[in-house]
């Protein structure tokens, strides 16, 4: 039997999730409304690889992370294993599956996180569809502000992504490896990539492709393996590794100790410095296992916690 808008979702969350914290002003993917007490966010997904995309809604009472999430299904036709798979993407995307309480129960005795939590409460990790896009995003993302990266991905998805419109409004899901393995380095340049980073996500792509990025084959693999596993295509670094560990993989307690932003975070309001001592943060960070995925972004939270700046 197949379905079509109005079908609704039970989703499976472990509370407290903020809806707002957590999709809200979603950058190339979603639209977001607040309606008095009610904040929604829509978007398109793609359930699973070759398949059409699914448009839902996402409706939550404001600034009440333990109220209820209801889910639908607005536009795309899903039949009842469709159903089923749009409820486990969704739930992996918003980071539905995170500890964040058991997170809270860890820094009660941390000052400066007790600020953060308590300026964000409610806030999961989001993640990428899987771990083809985690890393292509990463890439885009290199070396340029975040304005010019949103821009850049924006544009990215546009053109190689998978459409559905609704209400005279286009979503877009994650670009296609097919197109990009397809497209030349000319094309891809003028979407505002370099010519190195074309042939980045080029790889990338191919590597989808070659089913060298199926999940299935790090099942047994420590975090080292992957990153190691990884960094074999052309483009991938280290660092965007370590972050595709947690949002493409969904690894809980990663921490990407090259990422800059982190280690200044830390060294500043946690060590006292301005000196950047990568073995001290490292050790550092050991006091947030088994959470540190969901440390790095609490950490990020910083930058926007008022108390804190």
């Not at 809270?104 to 300026?119: G, T």
């Not at 053109?159 to 296609?176: K, L, M, V």
């Not at 595709?244 to 200044?264: A, Y």
């Amino acid at each position: 039997m197949t379905t079509n808008a109005t079908e609704h979702l039970y989703l499976d969350i472990n509370l407290p999730f903020d809806l707002q914290l957590t999709a809200g002003n979603s950058n190339y993917n979603g639209l977001d409304h607040t309606d008095k007490e009610l904040f929604s966010h829509t978007r398109a997904i793609l359930p699973a690889p070759q398949e059409s995309p699914v448009l839902v809604n996402l409706t939550q009472k404001l600034n009440d992370p333990y109220s209820p999430v209801t889910c639908q299904i607005i536009a795309g036709n899903v039949d009842s294993d469709m159903k089923y798979l749009v409820k486990n993407k969704l739930e992996w995307i918003l980071g539905m599956d995170q500890d964040v309480k058991g997170f809270y129960d860890l820094c009660q005795n941390d000052p400066v996180m007790r600020k953060v939590i308590l300026a964000h409460n409610g806030f999961h990790n989001t993640r990428s569809t899987d771990l083809y896009e985690s890393l292509v995003i990463s890439v885009l993302g290199q070396q340029i502000s975040n304005k010019v990266a949103i821009v850049i991905r924006r544009g990215f998805t546009q053109a190689f992504g998978s459409r559905i419109e609704h209400d005279n409004q286009c979503f877009w899901t994650y670009p296609d490896p097919v197109k990009i393995s397809n497209s030349t380095v000319e094309e891809l340049m003028k979407l505002k990539l370099s010519g190195r980073k074309s042939e980045y996500v080029q790889n990338i792509a191919q590597a989808q492709l070659d089913g060298y990025l199926n999940v299935e084959l790090f099942q047994d693999m420590n975090n080292q393996e992957v990153i190691d596993h990884l960094c074999k295509i052309k483009g991938v670094g280290r660092w965007t590794a370590q972050w595709s560990l947690s949002r493409g993989i969904g690894r809980p307690d990663i921490f990407p100790e090259g990422d800059l932003v982190l280690n200044r975070l830390i060294a500043e309001h946690y060590l006292n410095t301005q000196e950047i001592n990568l073995e001290d943060i490292k050790e550092y960070s050991k006091n947030w296992q088994p959470y540190r995925t969901t440390a790095a972004g609490y950490l990020y939270k910083i930058l926007t916690t008022p108390e804190l700046n």
